[in-house]
């Protein structure tokens, strides 16, 4: 079984400043890592994901992610956030043996990107 | 490419009242598919899960039911509706173990 803990609900930040999310995870065997968001009255999007090689990968619209295995994290940062980054982010973990079933959710963090 | 279509958008009902959301897959064959609920502040719960016509998993005891009639629609259920049912459903897809493809939810206000 596993675990996700996203360790802040709401993290209002100023446009155009740096942005961390962080998210831990505990599991008996190797997972997978995935961010979604979820922009308001939406389904969740992925945004990126980690399955193995290099432990930092990055999305499209400038989010990254590092895959910290000794200390269980993969926090998700940005450089200098939009306002369009304002919703709902989500880590997720899932077995590396298994099927998406298995996949776990974090309670999410609420990113509110202020002018 | 594939899409998925889930309705309807919203939706309000009295409580004792049933219930019927149904979500459709194009672009793929034989999915997994899944419907989650989502409470305020509490992330992901997973309902059920199919990996195939007939084939249903559910993930906690409740008041719903899941169906696949055909093999890229799910259909979610209910004969009596309870407050406690009120929050947002989201269905989604995946092949094998990759990644989940999200509807856009059914947000149910049961009254």
């Keep these: 079984a596993q675990s996700v803990t996203q360790l802040d609900s709401q993290v209002p930040v100023f446009e155009e400043a740096p942005v961390e999310l962080r998210c831990n995870y505990s599991s008996s065997v190797s997972v997978y890592l995935f961010w ?8 969740l999007q992925l945004l990126l994901k980690y399955l193995s090689g290099s432990t930092l990968v990055k999305s499209i619209n400038g989010f990254e992610a590092e895959f910290n295995k000794s200390q269980t994290s993969f926090h998700l940062r940005k450089p200098s956030v939009h306002i369009s980054d304002t919703a709902e982010y989500f880590c997720a973990v899932s077995p590396i043996i298994g099927s998406a079933r298995q996949l776990t959710f974090g309670s999410g963090t ?3 990107v202020l002018p | 490419s594939q899409t998925i279509h889930q309705w309807p958008a919203t939706l309000v009902q009295p409580v004792g009242s049933p219930l019927s959301l149904e979500c459709t897959v194009e672009g ?3 999915p997994n598919l899944y419907w989650y609920r989502q409470a305020a502040g509490r992330g992901l719960q997973l309902l059920f899960y199919s990996v195939g016509i007939g084939q249903i998993s559910s993930e906690v005891p409740q008041n719903l039911s899941a169906s696949r009639p055909q093999d890229r629609q799910f259909i979610l259920s209910s004969k009596k509706l309870l407050l406690s049912d009120s929050g947002f459903y989201l269905c989604a897809w995946s092949v094998s173990q990759g990644t989940l493809h999200f509807g856009n939810g059914t947000r149910l206000t049961v009254t």
């Design chain 1, 36 to 43: 979604y968001v979820q922009y308001p009255n939406q389904g």
């Design chain 1, 110 to 112: 609420q990113l509110t």
């Design chain 2, 28 to 30: 793929t064959s034989n």
